[in-house]
Each structure stands twice: as structure tokens, then as C-alpha cells.
């Protein structure tokens, strides 16, 4: 008579931990949906009026495609997101989450421009 042996346990899953307050960077995707051409905007706002740190960018977007861009912590300035098409209100993004990689979608409608967050993972530290 056959020995049936059951598989070994598998060891328990194990969960990211949560970033630690001083991650330095932050990855903000963008997945846009529908045929209008939309553009995911990022820029620098500095902490004292008169400075102009660098760093803005402006990048469009293809349908079903993540756009996605690294953005560093910054001391001197805080970043501002947005997505924008011509003849509608531009949809801002909240503040990047440092040390999370977070995917928007991004559709263009007859009611407006919508941005709404889908995915969101911790990324590992690089320092």
C-alpha cells in the first residue's frame, strides 16, 4: 500500500513592512482611459516665496498605459500633481506618499476630468 505524504506548511505570508518616515522617494503612476489627450503635470511648489526649485515636468499620457515618475523628497519645496487636457478643470493628485508607489486612473468625461487612486504598494529603501 502507497505512503500518501502530505506537502510541507507554507510558511506564512509576509506583509511589507510600512515606509519609514524618512523615505526619500515616491513613485505616482497614472493609467489614463479614453481617447482625449491628457497630460500628467508635477511641480515643485517652494516652501519660501522667490525661489524656483527645478524638477516640474510634464508628460502625456497613452490609454491603458502607466505613466509613472520618481519624485524625491525635498526639503525646500513640496510637490504639486495634476492631471490636465485642454478645455476641462485640471484633477489634482494628492501629496506623494514617500516610500509608496500609488497608480491613478485618469479618465476624461462628459461631466469633467476624473482621477481616482487603484493601486497603491510600498516600494523597498535605496538609501
Not at 516665496?49 to 520618481?70: I, T, W
Not at 519645496?77 to 478643470?89: C, H, I, N, R
Amino acid at each position: 500500500m502507497p505512503l500518501i505524504v502530505a506537502p510541507p506548511p507554507q510558511p506564512p505570508a509576509q506583509h511589507a513592512a510600512p515606509p519609514s518616515s524618512d523615505s526619500r522617494s515616491a513613485v505616482v503612476c497614472v493609467r489614463a482611459s479614453g481617447p482625449r489627450p491628457l497630460f500628467f503635470t508635477g511641480k515643485l511648489t517652494p516652501k519660501k516665496p522667490g525661489s524656483k526649485p527645478p524638477g516640474d515636468f510634464e508628460l502625456p499620457l497613452k490609454a491603458n498605459v502607466d505613466q509613472c515618475n520618481n519624485l524625491l523628497r525635498s526639503k525646500v519645496a513640496d510637490w504639486t500633481l495634476s492631471v490636465t487636457t485642454p478645455g476641462f478643470k485640471a484633477c489634482y493628485l494628492p501629496a506623494p506618499e514617500f516610500g509608496q508607489r500609488v497608480t491613478y486612473s485618469a479618465k476624461a468625461t462628459a461631466r469633467g476630468l476624473a482621477c481616482a487612486p487603484i493601486a497603491k504598494s510600498p516600494i523597498g529603501s535605496w538609501k
